[in-house]
Each structure stands twice: as C-alpha cells, then as structure tokens.
C-alpha cells in the first residue's frame, strides 16, 4: 500500500493530468514540467536524488528506473484508477499541499485570508508556504472527492 505520508512521487510529462489530484490527496509530487526538465535521463536522475517513485507511461523509463511504476492509460481519471487498482491510497483528508507548487500549507487561524474566499474565522482557510495560493474546501475539493468515490 502506498501511503501520501511515506510515498513521495515524481511523474514525467506525460501524466500531467494527475498533478494536481495527487498534490490535492497530500502525496509530495514533482512534475517533471515543473522542473523544466523533459529528458528521461533528467527525470530519472531526479526522482533517483529525492528518492521519489517515479510514475510513467514510457516502458523504456520504466525499466530504467527504481522505483517505478507503468501507468497504460492516457485518461487522467483511468489513471487515478491504475494508482487505485495498484495499491495507492486515494482519498482527501485536509488539504496539505498545494497544487500548483507542491509546496506544504499551512491552516490560517486568524489574519488575512484570500480576497476572494471564505473567511478564515468562519471555515477552514490553508495557504501555500511556498507560493501563497489559499485553499479551502471549495467545489474544486468535491469534485475530486467526486471522482475518487468512482474509482
Ligand atoms: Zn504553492
């Protein structure tokens, strides 16, 4: 079983669909776009030196890299089901990091909230500590939950 607090990933060009899903369940995910970095020996080479389970659709990497592990579909939400039929862990919790950056959130209690959101004193507010991007639990949020209840 793969855990979004012992699994950190790194998913190459092609799965950029699943980016945003996965940082929203709380795995720590570098994109290889993200990086700018396209070539296999790059991604490898990365998710080699932050030990991260590389997640690709190109058979050729796949062999090449340790850990890996093939995805067949090209379907983001088909993709999701290949993590879910293969032992991953897909479910929402609270928001823990941030979707366009990776970057850890924080919960804001009181103080500044988005300009365009809810008040952080009236529901649960989460900023980004590295890019600033505010979340809540918003349409966003159960529409994946949505998804992952399909899988
Ligand atoms: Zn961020």
Redesign the pocket.
Known sequence: MYTPTETKLCLDVMLGGIVSPLRMIGYDTAYALDRDIEADDAIIELADRENRLLLTRDGEVATRAEPSRLLTETDPQEQLRELSDGGFELALTDPSR?S??N?GLRRIIDGPGPKKGPDPEAEPVWQ?R????FYWIGSHWTHLDERLEEL
């Open positions: 941030c366009h950056c970057g980004c590295d890019c600033g991007q």
